[in-house]
């Protein structure tokens, strides 16, 4: 239970962190504005289009009488639409950090900084293709093992009594986790932790990772709001990211920086 209450303290202390940074927060409000644009135009398309892509994909259905072809085919369009919702849930951090690269690690690094007992941050050496190449293959790998469950789940979600109650609770716990592994890729990855080490980090700390990432599925089922939440959330997987890896941490986040360097008086 302590570690519950750690996890969501980290979600608050990252947003605390933004809010007193301004231009980090605006800085890493961009991705994923961009990355809400494309999926809403997804989401779009898949709701004009995809009754048309049902009926093409469905052709043994034209000669069945009224009204079970139009049913059938009404409730694959409703499964294919909660189907990409759920795809956009579950990748629309992923996305948005491979977007975002260079302004997540931006933010990471200024979080790390900041809460490092001698002001340093991590730093993994390597140049940015060569960063986003490995953010991409651990994000697709990571994905994968994401989407076997969401299919599983969405399974389960026809069982009587238990596909209403226990499947969507189970379903946002594991949501949460792998959005914190996704969160903390960014700080994890400037420390050479690959994806396979990192989910084997986090399940060791399984009740930390359920109380950061849980609430935040919670809130990115609210349309729009994950893009608020970003750059808090990856301030506040940064410093949990520390607390994983037993990295000391100077008063948290209550430490103060300027945004920008302003020029001090001589003493």
Known sequence: M????AGFGYLLKGHRWVARHGKQYGFGLVPGLITLVLYVGALVALGVWGEDFVGWATPFADDWSSPWGGLFRGFLTAV????GLLLAVVTFTAVTLLIGQPFYESLSERVDRDVSPDGSAPVSGLPLRRELWISARDSLWVLLRALLWGVLLFALGFVPFLGQTVVPVIGLFVTGFFLTEELTSVALQRRTVDARSRLALLRSRRSLVWGFGTPLAVAFLVPFVAVFLMPGAVAGA??????????????DDDREEPDAAVPQPPH
Do not use: P
């Open 2 to 5: 302590r570690d519950l209450g």
């Open 80 to 83: 294919l639409f909660a189907l």
């Open 238 to 251: 940064t410093l949990m990211a520390r607390d994983l890896l037993g990295e000391e941490t100077a008063g």
